[in-house]
């Protein structure tokens, strides 16, 4: 991995609002959900951002936490620590790929570098919690922790109506589509012509 210096003007600012996204107490929450779910022989990481990425940064943690989501067919066959920098890439996107397969939007997905470069933290702490968003709405029992800490996703309210009130909506017509009675053309000129108006 090539050494990256400090930012400057533009950079650093946006860098700056980027930093500025990213939330401490989700951190702990997150914490404590990815321990609850992966056991606690992940370990914790140490407190801060920088912590908070070592110990996601090559891969394993996440490989674990994707992989306890699921009974049977674990999506990430192999999960082995390494000290090759391609290799902990290479688990964090497994671990992407997986989380896309779980349901987890491609919008809430982070980028590799954005964890292993440290450049938004905030977007992985949106992953992990689109992730539990959906662990808790799937309600399989492979969720383990507090459920308070996450919210459902929204559910479909499917309703089948039947062809009689299907007919009998046609006949109705909605207030918001607005109302032509007592509409006229009085007082209309034709197109064109100055309006007459008498002193």
């Not at 394993?60 to 090759?84: D, Q, W």
């Not at 507090?146 to 996703?153: A, E, G, I, Q, V």
């Amino acid at each position: 991995m090539s050494n990256v210096g400090p930012c400057f003007g533009l950079s650093r600012e946006v860098q700056s609002k980027i930093d500025k996204k990213y939330d401490p107490e989700l951190e702990e929450k997150l914490t404590e959900w990815i321990v609850a779910q992966c056991d606690p022989e992940v370990g914790q990481p140490e407190p801060a951002k920088i912590g908070f990425q070592n110990w996601l940064k090559n891969g394993i943690v996440l490989s674990k936490l994707i992989n306890s989501l699921y009974a049977t067919n674990k999506p990430i066959k192999t999960t082995k620590t390494s000290t090759m920098v391609f290799k902990q890439m290479e688990q964090i996107s497994l671990f992407l790929k997986a989380s896309e397969n779980y349901g987890v939007t491609n919008t809430d997905i982070f980028q590799t570098v954005d964890l292993f470069e440290g450049k938004d933290m905030a977007a992985v702490q949106r992953t992990l919690m689109a992730l539990g968003n959906l662990a808790v709405t799937k309600d399989d029992g492979c969720y383990k922790g507090d459920p308070n800490w996450f919210h459902r996703k929204a559910q479909e309210n499917k309703r089948d109506f039947s062809e009689e009130q299907l007919t009998e909506g046609k006949n109705i017509i909605g207030l918001q589509m607005g109302t032509n009675k007592g509409a006229s053309q009085a007082g209309m000129t034709s197109y064109g012509q100055p309006r007459q108006i008498k002193p």
